[in-house]
């Protein structure tokens, strides 16, 4: 008799993104929608056009640093803290290997498993590693979620860089008359793309995450264009 095919069942999980991919829409979405806001704002606010485009630059600029920044020290907070969750958790092991089982145990019997069942799959796992299985079932922590804070801070700083420069390059090109629209405009169509992209790779409704980046980014530019018009005319 013929030994039947084996049939493959490909899967494609995207959680393996979530570090990079947070950050990275974080990034590019505060770059065009702060720098596109400033723009605006110093606009309405009656400076010129050279004003404007130092103004945008300077914003560029220090939005990268500090998005760097931001993005290094919260994620390294968070890697400090898995380090010493672990940590303590690994004395645990040592010190009462019988009580991290039974805590492993029931765990698995919360999630469905029987008693007997899920003992046997605690001992096993504990066996192959202890402190995996407890750092993945208790407290959470896996190798595809771990903070990564190099990685955040460089894909947070380029991709600000990235949204920064695309409603730069529109305010160097159009007239000082048609400025606010022509940044306004182009700016939110961008907002758009950006969030039909992070939406398409993370999996999720293009539809919705282009919807949400755009209203937000629409506000934050009529808020500061509001405000750059009430200082223009006090001053």
């Not at 720098?35 to 990268?64: D, P």
């Not at 919705?208 to 009529?222: D, S």
Request: cysteine-free.
């Amino acid at each position: 008799m013929k030994p039947m095919a084996r049939t493959t069942h490909p899967e494609q999980h995207r959680t393996d993104r979530i570090g990079w991919l947070r950050a990275a829409v974080l990034g590019a979405n505060d770059g065009i929608v702060s720098t596109a806001s400033l723009v605006v704002g110093v606009a309405a606010a009656g400076a010129g056009h050279t004003q404007i485009l130092v103004t945008g630059v300077a914003g560029l600029v220090a939005g990268a640093m500090s998005m760097a920044a931001g993005e290094y020290v919260s994620v390294h907070s968070q890697a400090d803290t898995e380090k010493a969750d672990l940590s303590r958790e690994q004395g645990e092991l040592l010190q009462d290997p019988a009580a991290e089982r039974r805590e492993l145990t029931a765990i698995y019997v919360t999630r469905g498993l029987q008693p007997e069942l899920a003992r046997q799959v605690a001992e096993q796992l504990m066996t192959h590693d202890a402190l995996g299985a407890h750092a993945r079932d208790e407290l959470g922590i896996s190798e595809t979620m771990s903070a990564r804070p190099v990685q955040a801070a460089l894909a947070s700083a380029a991709s600000f860089a990235v949204g920064a420069a695309l409603p730069l390059a529109v305010t160097a090109l159009v007239p000082s008359q048609s400025l606010i629209p022509s940044v306004a405009g182009t700016s939110l169509a961008f907002l758009a793309v950006l969030g039909f992209i992070s939406a398409r790779a993370g999996g999720a409704s293009v539809l919705t995450g282009a919807w949400r980046v755009t209203f937000w980014g629409a506000l934050a530019m009529a808020i500061t264009a509001a405000a750059g018009t009430l200082f223009g005319a006090v001053a």
